[in-house]
């Protein structure tokens, strides 16, 4: 484990961690007293975020009325990485997108193509609660034809505000279930837990894994992934009713620190 003082690179989950949730932008006040520790000591503080239904300058724009700074570089979300995976496979791949608009401006940024019409090299599954069944089906048809299915994150259900209703409602992984199960195939999930965004994000900042810092709310996603990818973990414990499902594929998901407060990280840095 990296001595916490020392490490160069602090990555810090969103919901439940840095604000309630992301549509429930209230900071803690104990993360926003550490970010801005660790920003005026000189260490580089970044976000990786499950949240693939926005992009990463939503997400900073979140942040920052929320009363954090993050530069949009910094911020790395499950569209992003999703897009990422894509390009890397395929530049300019035709992708049929599912998602609630954010993810749209990563997979552009990318130079993918998205579109609503065939041949469609990929489809691409993040949370959407204004889905409908005829996208739905065009996906399911678009991947018996060929088609790559993607899942952006894999959260089955999640806490949210939709039309001003607050509930629960299914996520990506739900909808990816339905289109494996009409046709078959098999989606590769982008995001948390997989260690290879936590590797991505470090590398991506100039840092190796195994000298960041990953402090997340979630032991099955943000804790099982970051120890996987060799990076000290950090649970901070929030809300229990506010942790979002994951399947941690059998990783560990022991943190190496736990705190009730960030707070209690500034006198050990």
């Known amino acids: 484990m990296t001595d916490i003082g020392d490490a160069p690179l602090w990555i810090f989950d969103v919901d439940n961690t840095l604000v309630r949730d992301i549509e429930h932008p209230t900071a803690f006040e104990d993360a926003l007293a550490l970010v801005e520790t660790l920003r005026v000591r000189g260490r580089n503080v970044a976000v990786l975020t499950n949240v693939g239904r926005l992009s990463a300058r939503q997400v900073r724009r979140v942040l920052h009325d929320a009363g954090f700074v993050f530069y949009e570089s910094s911020i790395f979300t499950a569209g992003a990485a999703a897009a990422a995976y894509i390009h890397n496979r395929m530049p300019g791949a035709r992708c049929f997108l599912i998602s609630e608009g954010g993810a749209r401006d990563d997979f552009v ?15 691409a599954v993040g949370a959407d609660r204004g889905m409908t069944f005829q996208e739905l089906n065009f996906a399911a048809k678009m991947v018996s034809r060929g088609a790559k299915l993607i899942c952006i994150s894999g959260s089955r259900a999640y806490p949210g505000v939709y039309l001003g209703h607050e509930d629960t409602y299914i996520g990506e992984l739900s909808i990816v279930r339905a289109i494996e199960d009409a046709t078959g195939a098999t989606a590769t999930i982008v995001g948390k837990p997989l260690p290879g965004i936590f590797i991505e994000t470090a590398r991506s900042l100039g840092v190796e894994p195994a000298e960041a810092v990953m402090v997340g709310d979630n032991r099955d996603s943000d804790i099982a992934g970051a120890r996987a990818a060799g990076m000290t973990t950090v649970l901070v414990q929030r809300d229990p009713h506010n942790i979002v499902e994951f399947d941690s594929r059998g990783m560990d998901t022991t943190p190496d620190i736990v705190v009730n407060d960030l707070r209690e990280l500034i006198d050990r840095l």
Do not use: E
């Open 109 to 123: 940024a990318r130079g993918l193509q998205v579109t609503n019409n065939p041949p469609v090299d990929f489809v």
